[in-house]
């Protein structure tokens, strides 16, 4: 199995810019969907952003298309979650996660939490205004 590692988070003023990374350990994203979830204080989590590995198919919450990218590296078995134009708003702890039930069509249910088996323990991102 997978186990998937964030790290990347920090404290920053809105209007800039911070890239999360999601490292996978035990095994590769191959045949994974890899998504990217955030809490933030008193509010549930939400679904973010996604990648079909093999694809490279991406799939954005409203909020952050347009301002967010999410890609991957696969020498490093990585998948990044570039963040621009940061508003306070965005404060949250980001969690990434891996799905290796891959056989729903994407993005369909890998915008909420049921498909996704394995999660980091989150990095705090911190925007203030």
């Known amino acids: 199995q997978v186990q998937v590692v964030e790290s990347g988070g920090g404290a920053v003023q809105a209007g800039d810019s911070l890239r999360l990374s999601c490292t996978a350990s035990?095994?590769?994203?191959?045949?994974?969907?890899v998504g990217w979830f955030r809490q933030a204080p008193g509010k549930d989590r939400e679904f973010v952003a996604a990648?079909?590995?093999?694809?490279?198919?991406?799939h954005y919450a409203l909020f952050a298309a347009g301002r967010f990218a999410i890609s991957r590296d696969n020498a490093k078995n990585t998948v990044y979650l570039q963040m621009n134009s940061l508003k306070p708003e965005d404060t949250a702890v980001y969690y990434c996660a891996a799905a290796a039930r891959t056989y729903y069509p994407f993005p369909s249910l890998y915008t909420g939490e049921s498909p996704y088996g394995y999660w980091g323990q989150g990095t705090q991102v911190t925007v203030s205004s």
């Open positions: 035990g095994r590769t994203f191959d045949d994974y969907v």
């Open positions: 990648t079909r590995w093999r694809s490279g198919s991406t």
